[in-house]
């Protein structure tokens, strides 16, 4: 459930994102997919904070296990989003 969450908050927000900032519904999807694996910060932080005893073992452990979904699930996704793009038509 964790890594469900992670996926979706980090695909919403960052298609939020490039889409105010002006880039089109596919690119917006594509930018939010690609940022979904983007969990080395989280990694980081989770380390500081077993090592200094404010982060237990339990969540650490979750920690890793979604930063390592999220990886794994973004090649694939963004391998369809890129290959729908492919198949559009061109605009005139």
Partial sequence: ML???????????SGIGAKLTGFSNRSSIGI???????????????????????????YFTATIIVVIVTTIVTP?????IVGQANEDPPQR
Avoid: D, F, H
Wanted: hydrophobic letters at 55%; aromatic letters at 2%.
């Fill in 76 to 80: 694939p996704l963004l391998k369809w």
């Fill in 32 to 58: 939010g997919a690609g940022m979904i694996s983007r969990g080395e910060v989280a990694l980081i932080i989770a380390s500081i904070g077993l090592s200094s005893q404010l982060l237990p073992q339990e």
């Fill in 3 to 13: 890594s469900i969450a992670a996926i979706l908050t980090k695909l919403i927000g």
